[in-house]
């Protein structure tokens, strides 16, 4: 069984910084793809960020480019996103998501995750 476990979570005031943790651990020593989205009160999930298996390729939406960075751990499963220059509207429960299924790049649509951590709560304070 595979876990996801995402850390960093918090309150942040506007345009301040905040770093999420999240890391992926099974039975095996292979690479996932994984990704992140969020879901706001009301609102769907989204897609927010996401990085391929090795680490190569990133891909992020378009209302977060610029501001975060989703990097990862040289041969681990852990990822990290790096947020700069919150707005209110990134507020939302950020879940981290990962596949061992093959894929060339980053995932970018949420039905291609098998494996899901229960999420972290990201609050932007105005």
């Known amino acids: 069984q595979v876990r996801v476990v995402e850390t960093g979570g918090g309150l942040v005031q506007t345009r301040g910084s905040l770093k999420l943790t999240c890391t992926a651990s099974?039975?095996?020593?292979?690479?996932?793809?994984m990704g992140w989205f969020r879901q706001a009160p009301g609102k769907e999930r989204e897609f927010v960020a996401a990085?391929?298996?090795?680490?190569?390729?990133?891909n992020y939406a378009q209302n977060v480019e610029g501001r975060f960075t989703l990097s990862r751990d040289d041969n681990k499963n852990t990822v990290h996103l790096q947020m700069n220059s919150l707005k209110p509207e990134d507020a939302a429960v950020y879940y981290c998501?990962?596949?061992?299924?093959?894929?060339?790049?980053?995932?970018?649509?949420?039905?291609?995750?098998?494996?899901w951590g229960q999420g972290t709560q990201v609050t932007v304070s105005s």
């Open positions: 998501a990962a596949t061992d299924d093959f894929h060339w790049g980053p995932v970018l649509d949420s039905s291609e995750y098998k494996y």
């Open positions: 990085i391929s298996w090795s680490g190569g390729f990133t």
């Open positions: 099974g039975p095996t020593s292979s690479p996932y793809a």
